[in-house]
């Protein structure tokens, strides 16, 4: 497996590290769109000389050489995807779980008179709730309405 990661790295024009494999690893075994500090939580009780500064710079290099897709779904949160093909992201406002949409082709978008911009990157996000956290608020705003009955 860690070979199939420097080989992925390589492709990418990334040199391989241990930290880096080690980061590049983790997105692609943990598809929850993690922020750095779960990065570096997870992966630092078995990297004692990993810090989270170098988590960061080595998601920010793997999101220029464009083998990681940052996204800005959240205000609090940067997030990152291994998946860097085409498709959106749904998040919900419950728990803050991150999902991936199935794929969108945002290429064939009318632009009107913008056609001549050059988009180099578009990301959709979706905003809602998880069945687990609609079906809680749901019974949240059936009981404030029986209280107030």
């Known amino acids: 497996m860690l070979s ?3 080989k992925y790295l390589v492709a990418h024009d990334v040199k391989p590290s241990i930290q880096r494999i080690a980061v590049m690893n983790y997105l692609l075994n943990h598809l929850t769109h993690p922020t750095v500090d779960e990065i570096y939580t997870n992966l630092s009780p078995n990297m004692p000389t990993l810090s989270r500064t170098t988590v960061y710079s080595t998601l920010k290099l793997l999101a ?3 083998a990681v897709t940052q996204l800005t779904i959240d205000e609090k949160n ?3 995807d ?3 093909d085409p498709h959106a992201h749904f998040i919900c406002l419950g728990c803050g779980c991150v999902h991936d949409v199935a794929p969108i082709y ?3 978008v009318h632009l009107g008179k913008y056609k001549n911009l050059r988009i180099v990157e578009t990301q959709v996000y979706y905003k809602g709730y998880c069945p687990e956290c609609d079906k ?3 019974e ?3 009981s404030v309405k029986r209280l107030n009955a």
């Open 4 to 6: 199939k990661v420097k």
């Open 64 to 66: 220029e050489k464009g």
């Open 78 to 80: 940067v997030r990152y």
């Open 82 to 84: 291994s998946c860097t």
């Open 106 to 108: 945002l290429d064939k």
């Open 136 to 138: 809680r608020r749901v």
């Open 140 to 142: 949240a705003e059936e």
